[in-house]
Structure formats: structure tokens, C-alpha cells
């Protein structure tokens, strides 16, 4: 049985797809975390400005 050069083309597509969407996903979870890191820090200073009014 010959595999036809479309079916590889197409799952080469797809394992690119794939690890596309992974990588949105990772690039993502990176940005939530680094957004929260970013809050947390803005909500200790202005904790601190609240402590000194």
C-alpha cells in the first residue's frame, strides 16, 4: 500500500496545527501569569500608599 505524497502533506499540517496550538497555549498561561505577577505587586503598593494616607 502507497501512501499518496497528499496524505503526508496533511499530516504534516496537522502535527503543525497541533503544535501551534500548544505553543498559543503556553505563550498564554506565560502572559496570565506574568499580568497577575504585575497586579499582585501593584496591589502591595498601593496597600502601602493606603497605610500612609
Given at each position: 500500500?502507497?501512501?499518496?505524497?497528499?496524505?503526508?502533506?496533511?499530516?504534516?499540517?496537522?502535527?503543525?496545527?497541533?503544535?501551534g496550538?500548544?505553543?498559543?497555549?503556553?505563550?498564554?498561561?506565560?502572559?496570565?501569569?506574568?499580568?497577575?505577577?504585575?497586579?499582585?505587586?501593584?496591589?502591595?503598593?498601593?496597600?502601602?500608599?493606603?497605610?500612609?494616607?
Open positions: 500500500m502507497a501512501i499518496g505524497s497528499n496524505s503526508i502533506n496533511l499530516l504534516f499540517v496537522i502535527i503543525v496545527e497541533i503544535g496550538a500548544f505553543a498559543t497555549v503556553a505563550a498564554m498561561k506565560t502572559d496570565i501569569t506574568w499580568i497577575k505577577r504585575v497586579i499582585k505587586k501593584h496591589g502591595e503598593d498601593i496597600t502601602k500608599f493606603q497605610g500612609k494616607l
